[in-house]
């Protein structure tokens, strides 16, 4: 399972913006799905959790990985911001 870096980073503010987290791999939006996510958890977070798994399979690309973490953001009422890094 290789964690291939995104192209561009997401900034994630969650607990009222109190917390934030930048994403910027599969990996790690595994580990903000699981283990920091807000008990809010509809069909945009069932998916984005089965497209990592799917991803670590090397079965679906990053790009929809981070796709839909900010779906499943946007359904949670978290609030997104891109940010450009350099790979």
Not at 33 to 60: E, I
């Amino acid at each position: 399972m290789d964690d291939i870096p995104w192209n561009e980073s997401v900034l994630f503010e969650l607990n009222d913006r109190q917390d934030v987290v930048t994403v910027s791999s599969s990996m790690e939006a595994a580990d903000l799905l699981l283990n920091k996510w807000p008990k809010k958890r509809g069909p945009s977070y069932k998916l984005a959790v089965m497209t990592c798994l799917a991803s670590f399979r090397g079965k679906q690309p990053p790009e929809l990985v981070q796709q839909d973490l900010i779906a499943a953001a946007i359904e949670a009422h978290i609030y997104v911001k891109p940010r450009s890094i350099s790979i």
